[in-house]
């Protein structure tokens, strides 16, 4: 299974794609933050951002992506830019017909680091470790990326299964 991981942001990007299997070995094929100028009208940001993220999905093919959740924060400003890089993510997926998990910041620490509470280190020291990586990824918003994507191969996998299980049972 091959996931693309998008941790939103209007000025930073994380997007990261991995290979793997739940139970198997996970392989990172791409890890990069995407930048965009604070100076730059927001449509050009918007822009800028579909092009960077529809330009990966072409290239390495993923068959579902996998968007961090926007969650509550004080900055309202801050919060409207994440959800409008995550709407981005999320229509770039749906021209190409992939699926998207959205996925809490807690559910993807817990997945990773196995405590919901992490923090950015510690989220960027499990990626390392389960990606067999010869150093820390940075920054953490491409570690964060590739967090999702490993939480997305793992849980939606088995939750995939159970959907399916179900539907058998039932029809």
Do not use: Y
């Amino acid at each position: 299974m091959r996931v693309m991981g998008v941790d939103p942001g209007l000025t930073r990007c994380g997007i990261g794609v991995v290979e793997g299997e739940p139970g198997r070995a996970l392989r990172v094929l791409h890890v990069s933050v995407v930048r965009t100028g604070a100076d730059l009208p927001l449509e050009q940001r918007l822009a800028l951002l579909d092009e960077a993220i529809a330009g990966l999905i072409a290239t390495h093919e993923p068959e579902s992506l996998a968007v961090e959740r926007v969650f509550s924060q004080h900055n309202v400003r801050t919060v409207m830019g994440t959800a409008q890089a995550g709407a981005v993510a999320i229509l770039a997926a749906g021209r190409r017909g992939l699926p998207v998990a959205l996925r809490t910041p807690s559910e993807v620490k817990a997945a990773v680091t196995g405590h919901g509470r992490a923090d950015k280190a510690q989220v960027t020291a499990m990626v390392t470790r389960l990606l067999n990586l010869p150093s820390p990824v940075k920054p953490p918003d491409a570690a964060d990326a590739l967090a999702l994507a490993i939480t997305e191969i793992w849980r939606g996998q088995a939750e995939r299964q159970r959907e399916a299980a179900l539907a058998r049972m039932s029809g």
